[in-house]
């Protein structure tokens, strides 16, 4: 059964940076897209990011581009999601989610559908 690690949430000041790592387990297979979702108190949860096996596809939502950069260490098994200039609004729960699949092109950002397997989540606070 896979397992979702989420790790480097905290508390920082707008316009500062941090980095979640989300990290696999209990599976050696690199056949994982790999989605960050957020959920903001009193709001529906959002995709934020997602990366695909091969790493070569990339999403963002709109209000995150530019700002954070998605990344995989497949010999690491874990995720990364830098994340820089934060404002107050990227406040949130931030969770990464897994989707098994043999397209190494393909990941979802808009939907949480397909992500099988959720990690606990980290929380995020932007704050001054």
């Not at 997602?50 to 990344?71: A, E, L, M, N």
Request: overall charge neutral.
């Amino acid at each position: 059964q896979l397992q979702l690690v989420e790790s480097g949430g905290g508390l920082v000041q707008p316009g500062g940076s941090l980095r979640l790592s989300c990290a696999r387990s209990g599976s050696t297979s690199p056949y994982y897209a790999i989605g960050w979702f957020r959920q903001a108190p009193g709001k529906e949860r959002e995709g934020v990011s997602c990366i695909s096996v091969s790493g070569g596809t990339t999403k963002y939502t709109d209000s995150v581009k530019g700002r954070f950069t998605i990344s995989r260490d497949n010999a690491k098994n874990t995720v990364y999601l830098q994340m820089d200039s934060l404002k107050p609004e990227d406040t949130a729960i931030y969770y990464c989610a897994a989707d098994f699949t043999f397209d190494l092109a393909m990941c979802a950002v808009t939907s949480s559908r397909g992500y099988e397997y959720w990690g606990q989540g980290t929380q995020v606070t932007v704050s001054s």
